[in-house]
C-alpha cells in the first residue's frame, strides 16, 4: 500500500517527466522556424538544427533517464 507522501513524489515526477517532453517538442517548434528561416536572425538555420536535436533528447532520451533513475 501506498502512503500520500509516496502518491504526491510520484506526482512530482510524473509532471516533471511532461515537463521535459512538452519543453522538447516546444524546442522542436523553435528549431523547425529557424531551420526554415521564419525567424530572421543570423546563422538561424544552424541554431535551428541545435534546437532540434536537443528537442529530440528532450523528448525520448531524458524521460526515459528520468525514470530509470527514479525507479524504486
Do not use: Y
Not at 509532471?15 to 530572421?40: F, H, Q
Amino acid at each position: 500500500m501506498s502512503t500520500p507522501e509516496q502518491d504526491a513524489l510520484a506526482k512530482k515526477r510524473f509532471m516533471a517527466i511532461n515537463l521535459v517532453r512538452m519543453s522538447g517538442v516546444v524546442m522542436i517548434l523553435v528549431g523547425l522556424l529557424c531551420a526554415l528561416d521564419k525567424i530572421d536572425i543570423p546563422g538561424a538555420r544552424m541554431i535551428g538544427v541545435v534546437f532540434i536535436l536537443i528537442g529530440f533528447l528532450d523528448v525520448f532520451v531524458v524521460p526515459a533517464l528520468l525514470a530509470k533513475r527514479w525507479r524504486s
